[in-house]
């Protein structure tokens, strides 16, 4: 998908509403595990029967499939597969390797499954990022200041001249080949940081997780990040949405934690 594209999908829903579908085997109603050989499937094809008008973006966190196994896999597949072609797709992997290796995960989201886009960790430099941006349609997603309370371990450490690990990050990979396809991952937890985050990249699309169950707002994030005319933000909840009912109607309360971000989003859009 193209940025415009996806610029102009988000105007049309006003939302930029990425759904976390992170399913866990164990949070899953329990007529579904009764009822299908799938329960991951079905409980994620209600999900997106549901907020499809809702959300541009569906992220798939690949753990939650990987750990329980080939049915993970399989359900994965499907699920990707059920995804509208007009709604965005992450593999939210946090893949990154030596540039051998780093080609075959690539291959893995890229050409096995048609993934629009991968969530990929700097730690390893520019040959573990460069294989994934060799696909021409496809975006990477570099993780620069997670959402979690371990990202105050290295991220925001500063060298010598006063730049913090996660400046350095956005800073350098603006200079790699291709890097017009890149966006980067910044957590809603860390509100104060969001302005400057968004100088230094004013025409990139930031992947927003955090919002709700680890406190970020999509208030605060709109207000400090948004950037007029072409939004650039896809922000995620998983738990919030996906979890907001456990019963026969899961999927309808579902659509209403959605729609109360959505409209939160429509205020800016
Ligand atoms: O910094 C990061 C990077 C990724 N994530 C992922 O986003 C979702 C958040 O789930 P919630 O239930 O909305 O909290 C999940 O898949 C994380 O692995 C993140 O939270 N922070």
């Not at 759904?19 to 329960?39: A, C, F, Q, T």
């Not at 499937?41 to 798939?60: A, G, S």
């Not at 975006?139 to 959402?147: N, R």
Request: net charge negative; glycine share 6%.
């Amino acid at each position: 998908m193209t940025r415009q594209e996806l610029i102009n999908q988000i105007y049309r829903k006003k939302s930029c509403l990425s759904i976390g579908l992170d399913v866990d085997i164990n949070r899953i109603p329990s007529h579904l595990i009764e009822k299908y050989d799938d329960p991951v499937f079905e409980f994620n094809k209600q999900i997106i029967d549901h907020t499809m008008d809702l959300c541009v973006c569906y992220k798939l966190n690949i753990a939650f499939y990987e750990s329980i196994g080939v049915e993970g896999w399989s359900s994965l597949a499907k699920t990707l597969e059920y995804i509208p072609a007009d709604i965005f797709t992450i593999a939210d992997a946090k893949r990154g390797d030596i540039g051998n290796t780093s080609k075959m995960y690539a291959r893995t989201f890229f050409d096995h499954m048609d993934f629009d886009s991968i969530t990929v960790a700097p730690y390893m430099g520019v040959d573990s990022v460069a294989p994934f941006l060799e696909f021409k349609e496809k975006w990477v997603i570099l993780l620069a200041l997670t959402s979690n309370v371990g990202s105050r371990d290295f991220q925001h450490h500063t060298d010598r001249k006063g730049e913090a690990l996660y400046q350095k990050v956005i800073r350098e990979s603006q200079t790699w080949a291709e890097s017009d396809r890149m966006m980067y991952v910044v957590g809603a937890t860390h509100p104060e940081k969001l302005k400057e985050i968004r100088a230094l990249v004013p025409h990139h699309f930031l992947l927003i997780p955090g919002v709700g169950a680890q406190g970020g707002t999509v208030d605060e994030v709109m207000k400090n990040a948004h950037v007029p005319d072409a939004c650039g933000l896809l922000i995620n909840s998983s738990r919030g949405v996906i979890y907001a009912g456990d019963d026969e109607d899961f999927a309808k309360k579902s659509r209403a934690a959605a729609m109360e971000l959505q409209q939160e989003m429509a205020a800016y859009l």
